[in-house]
């Protein structure tokens, strides 16, 4: 079973993935964690950096598809382990997966052929990468504003030396990401977890025993 979290930057993917983890220790399930991109520990995630850090040029003078390649691609060096662990009948944990570069991408397109570019960087990979599907999505509900503000908080990350990145620094394009993980969201195996109460975060606790709460009530396998 492959579970992802998911949201825009500075939502607490990282954060409440690792937690799910320690519960999922706690009941002793068997897991694997899993980080994506997977910075600096794959060829495709160096090339991921310099996107980030404008190496390619300013986002819009550069095809979606291009960059979708390069995520799926980070995903691809890692798709014998993940099968592997499934195989073993362990449960895989990610700090994002195949919907972040969709929510990612599709934003970028023009409007008639979004529904294009979300089916074929599905198709992309599921089906030519042939990286295996998520079971469920974890949705981190929290705005741009809020997460924005979040972002401002965090450390120098170890792929920028800068305070935010080419997605991060350009708020009309997040409010869009936002959006559009909110449309996937009307999937049947999204969980989505409000991550506001009225205009603050969340305790971190309180999210995660909503997050665990949520997941039960779906598969009892993590009662």
Same mark, same amino acid.
């Given at each position: 079973m492959i579970i992802a979290f998911e949201g825009i930057d500075g939502s607490g993917k990282e954060t409440q993935s690792k937690l799910f983890c320690e519960y999922l220790k706690s009941i002793n399930k068997d897991f694997l964690y899993m980080d994506f991109p997977a910075?600096? @520990? $794959? &060829? &495709?995630?160096? %090339?991921?950096?310099?996107?980030?850090?404008? %190496?390619?040029?300013? #986002?819009? %003078?550069?095809? !979606? @598809?291009?960059?979708? #390649?390069?995520y799926a691609g980070d995903r691809l060096e890692f798709k014998d382990k993940i099968s592997q662990g499934l195989r073993d009948g362990k449960i895989i944990v990610c700090n994002r997966y195949t919907p972040s570069n969709i929510a990612h991408q599709v934003v970028k397109a023009k409007k008639e052929e979004k529904e294009e570019l979300r089916n074929w960087?599905? $198709?992309?990979?599921? %089906?030519? &990468?042939?990286? !295996? @599907?998520?079971?469920?999505?974890? &949705?981190?509900?929290v705005p741009f504003d809020a997460s924005d503000k979040m972002v401002e908080t965090k450390n120098t990350r170890e792929y920028t030396d800068k305070d935010k990145d080419i997605h991060e620094e350009n708020e009309p394009y997040m409010r869009k990401v936002y959006n559009e993980y909110q449309t996937l969201s009307l999937s049947s195996n999204w969980i989505k977890i409000s991550c506001m109460d009225g205009d603050k975060i969340k305790t971190i606790e309180n999210i995660s025993k909503e997050t665990i709460k949520a997941i039960s009530v779906i598969d009892n396998v993590f009662m």
């Open positions: 910075y600096n @520990k $794959t &060829f &495709f995630s160096k %090339e991921i950096i310099k996107y980030l850090n404008k %190496e390619y040029g300013n #986002m819009d %003078e550069i095809h !979606p @598809k291009f960059i979708a #390649m390069l960087i599905q $198709t992309l990979e599921e %089906e030519i &990468f042939k990286i !295996p @599907k998520y079971d469920y999505v974890v &949705f981190l509900d």
